[in-house]
């Protein structure tokens, strides 16, 4: 089944605590991207990736990394959590950028405390 | 820069009645537009997307959207609203950038559905 995967799907952690949230999609896409989703300000890109390697920042980076040493993984690092970061975290990917659907994870709710 | 505004934080409308959704965008060249919808507890799915060609596209679950270039819109609409239509819908804009791509989303407007 094509699909974007997240883990975990829930984390509770303190600040300051380094943590990362995996994402692997098995449909072979180019374009990767994470985005935050917070109540009423919809999703804001914090990185993507148009290919292995090429990683670019989004509106949000502060506070994040990312890395693309393989086409299906995409993983999202949170070097020193801060509860602002506490928030909805989609992965998502598309064959290539551009006029191309981007298939959504199930998301991770993380809470920084 | 890039923007989406999506004016109504939340509409509500009659089961049956017709149903649009309100996008603008701001974007120096010709956008990539698209619309998703997000079910409660779920991630987001794409209904339709626009970026050249025929301005009234059709999408899935009988939805379709005008791009309007004059007026810097993109508005979702549906003819008839069943219950299952309740959700959050997001307009997005893609925008080319030098070597790179960015998606951006606006706040969403969340569709309730009276019996």
């Known amino acids: 089944e094509a699909q974007v995967t997240q883990n975990p799907r829930y984390l509770i952690t303190v600040t300051g605590k380094k943590l990362t949230v995996t994402c692997s999609q098995n449909?072979?896409?180019?374009?990767m991207s994470w985005y935050r989703q917070d109540p009423g300000l919809g999703l804001r890109q914090i990185y993507y990736?148009?290919?292995?390697?090429?990683?670019d920042k989004g509106d949000v980076p502060e506070g994040y990394k990312v890395s693309r040493k393989e086409k299906r993984n995409f993983p999202l690092i949170l070097e020193s959590p801060s509860p602002n970061q506490t928030s909805l975290y989609f992965c998502?990917?598309?064959?290539?950028?551009?006029?191309?659907?981007?298939?959504f994870g199930p998301g991770t709710r993380l809470t920084v405390t | 820069a890039q923007s989406v505004t999506q004016p109504d934080i939340h509409i509500t409308v009659s089961e049956g009645a017709s149903l649009e959704l309100r996008c603008n965008y701001s974007?120096?060249?010709?956008?990539?537009l698209f619309w998703y919808v997000q079910s409660p507890g779920q991630g987001l799915q794409l209904l339709l997307k626009?970026?050249?060609?025929?301005?009234l596209v059709q999408g899935i679950k009988g939805f379709e959207a005008e791009f309007k270039r004059s007026q810097s819109s993109f508005n979702l609409r549906k003819p008839s609203v069943h219950w299952s239509d309740a959700a959050e819908y997001f307009c997005?804009?893609?925008?080319?950038?030098?070597?790179?791509?960015?998606?951006?989303f606006g706040a969403g407007t969340r569709l309730f559905v009276k019996a």
């Open positions: 998502a990917s598309s064959l290539i950028a551009g006029d191309n659907e981007q298939y």
């Open positions: 449909m072979n896409h180019e374009y």
């Open positions: 990736s148009m290919n292995v390697e090429v990683t």
């Open positions: 974007y120096g060249a010709t956008p990539y």
């Open positions: 626009y970026f050249s060609g025929d301005t």
């Open positions: 997005a804009v893609g925008a080319r950038e030098t070597g790179g791509f960015k998606t951006i």
